[in-house]
């Protein structure tokens, strides 16, 4: 028995750094060729939820990397469940010129991180920097110089105390599809001006922004080729509503936790013709809109009016025969006439939760 004892041994000596490897990604990046039967290049390093703790450890592992011509997505995500602190990642990128995908969320980069991003910048076609503790002057400071970004598709800034301040210097995004800065600090004015240099967004996602009708109006100007427009959680009244009615292509909306009412509502279902589903919990909702027969968006497939006081109107809702999604969740209307509905229409699948016969609406519907 005392033969065989070492050769467990043996096998953790062997193998243990290349596992150590494979846990920060580079250690993955070989792999069998199924034609040729030979080690192969991979082009993409990725981990999740990494520690705080480990960054710099994660930094000189990654700085270290022997192939970084190769690899073209880094994709890093933090801890969420962690507090970020001063510990930051720093990835020299400058040695890896073939990178077109950066993700790294929840991973402060720091003054230093957001610089070296520079060179690679006009090579990239995505970039999420969500919870970076971003500032304002941290992305001038990485913009500063550069007068277009030609290949960026997709940006993600969200839950970083961005401002209105700095917008102005940013570049052009000729090409960028889709942007999400939900939770910052961008109000009307950055967002305004956020939008202008985006000329072709598809898909804008803003939540809790402090947005009003102001940028409802700029959205409508700027972005005429918004597909999925996410706007939760803002201040948005019927007159904006009314604006954002002009988005002829728009297929997604999600307007919850602003105040469109009945208005707002009857000028988004008489005026986006392509509208497949519409989320709008917690909007004072109370009377039906007008003309309701004749304003029914004819690919309307999806319709959210949870926490709205709709029980005057309710059963009228048994003309929306398009309809595969009714969502009432905690609103005010009774079970008969939930009842009916499910009776009228057969082919939609209504979700009605707690329903209220009082009424109050809740601090964040969307969040319900």
Not at 28 to 52: C, F, G, H, Y
Not at 92 to 118: H, K, N, Q, W
Not at 142 to 164: C, D, H, K, Q, W
Request: proline share 6%; net charge negative.
């Amino acid at each position: 028995m005392s033969f065989f004892k070492p050769i467990p041994i043996l096998w953790v000596i062997l193998f243990c750094p290349l596992l150590m490897c494979q846990g920060y990604g580079a250690g993955a990046t070989l792999e069998q060729d199924e034609k040729t039967s030979r080690p192969k290049i991979l082009d993409a390093i990725v981990l999740n939820n990494i520690s705080p703790y480990d960054f710099k450890a994660f930094s000189s592992h990654i700085n270290k990397y022997r192939n970084p011509g190769n690899i073209k997505t880094l994709s890093v995500s933090g801890d969420a469940n962690y507090v970020l602190n001063q510990r930051e990642m720093e990835i020299s990128f400058d040695r890896f010129p073939a990178l077109t995908i950066v993700e790294l969320p929840y991973c402060p980069m720091g003054d230093r991180g957001l610089l070296s991003i520079v060179p690679i910048l006009r090579n990239l076609e995505k970039l999420n920097l969500q919870r970076n503790h971003i500032t304002d002057v941290d992305l001038a400071t990485m913009f500063a110089g550069i007068y277009e970004v030609p290949n960026l598709r997709t940006l993600t800034l969200s839950n970083n105390p961005i401002s209105s301040n700095y917008i102005h210097q940013l570049p052009i995004f000729e090409n960028l599809t889709e942007l999400r800065v939900d939770r910052t600090d961008l109000s009307n004015r950055g967002l305004c001006a956020l939008s202008s240099k985006c000329p072709a967004l598809q898909l804008l996602s803003a939540e809790s922004c402090l947005l009003s009708d102001d940028a409802a109006e700029a959205i409508s100007v700027n972005s005429p080729n918004l597909i999925e427009l996410i706007l939760d959680e803002n201040d948005i009244g019927p007159k904006g509503a009314e604006h954002l009615a002009h988005l002829q292509f728009l297929v997604v909306l999600h307007i919850s936790g602003n105040r469109i009412q009945k208005t707002g509502l009857n000028a988004l279902l008489q005026g986006l013709p392509s509208v497949r589903k519409i989320r709008a919990i917690g909007n004072d909702i109370m009377m039906a809109p007008s003309d309701l027969r004749d304003s029914i968006p004819p690919h309307l497939e999806d319709l959210d009016l949870s926490w709205n006081m709709i029980d005057a109107w309710a059963e009228q809702l048994s003309m929306f025969d398009q309809l595969r999604m009714l969502t009432l969740d905690n609103a005010r209307v009774n079970q008969k006439t939930v009842d009916i509905l499910r009776t009228e229409l057969p082919d939609c699948v209504i979700k009605a939760q707690s329903l209220k016969m009082g009424f109050a609406k809740p601090n964040h519907p969307s969040s319900q």
